[in-house]
């Protein structure tokens, strides 16, 4: 007779498999898990990737030593430069849905997909969102909770939803300049 820990779930593996498991995804958010994470998930060159995240893009689309935050949605033709960092809850979904007025809904249509491309050495802030087609600029802040639906310039402070730029950062100082 099995022991309470060699039960299996009805998953396929045992109480204690399933408990490690929702213990390292839920509660693992240290450097070297999140840079096995990012291995598992096939990328390398020291990307990062926080418990939660949801990262279904092609490999080799993150650059050398970025970070995805804490339950992230990447989706599509996304592409993150090097050095970036994406903060908790951000969301950048590449695809987009069209309303058809034959079927009076969104479930049927959708847009051409286009990428969302993040600059190197951005910093995008929790909770933010990149819809479809968007640039993010080189060494942009994109401050918390911002919607971005525009590309940015380079070295941009951008906020607000829609996000707006409010500021510009000095390539040489980095010192803030706000509008």
């Known amino acids: 007779m099995a022991t309470e820990s060699e039960k299996e779930c009805s998953c396929g593996v045992t109480e204690e498999?399933?408990?490690?498991?929702?213990?390292y995804c839920c509660m693992s958010d240290n450097p070297e898990d999140n840079l096995r994470?990012?291995?598992?998930?096939?990328f390398d060159d020291g990307v990062r990737i926080?418990?939660?995240?949801?990262?279904?893009i092609r490999p080799n689309r993150i650059g050398a030593g970025s970070f995805i935050g804490l339950y992230c949605y990447l989706n599509g033709d996304v592409r993150i430069g090097r050095n970036v960092l994406i903060g908790p809850h951000c969301s950048l979904?590449?695809?987009?849905?069209?309303?058809?007025?034959e079927s009076r809904s969104f479930a049927v249509k959708r847009d051409e997909p286009k990428p969302i491309?993040?600059?190197?050495?951005?910093w995008l802030a929790s909770g933010c969102t990149v819809t479809s087609g968007v640039t993010i600029g080189?060494?942009?802040l994109i401050c918390a909770n911002s919607v971005v639906t525009?590309?940015?310039p380079?070295?941009?402070?951008?906020?607000?939803?829609p996000a707006r730029q409010i500021g510009e950062i000095d390539p040489e100082t980095g010192e803030y300049h706000w509008f």
């Open 93 to 101: 979904p590449a695809g987009n849905h069209r309303y058809d007025p």
């Open 117 to 122: 491309t993040i600059g190197d050495g951005s």
């Open 37 to 42: 994470r990012a291995r598992l998930l096939g």
């Open 150 to 152: 525009k590309s940015t």
């Open 50 to 56: 926080a418990p939660g995240a949801i990262v279904r």
């Open 138 to 140: 080189r060494a942009n």
């Open 17 to 23: 498999e399933f408990e490690r498991f929702t213990r």
């Open 154 to 161: 380079d070295y941009a402070i951008m906020a607000g939803t």
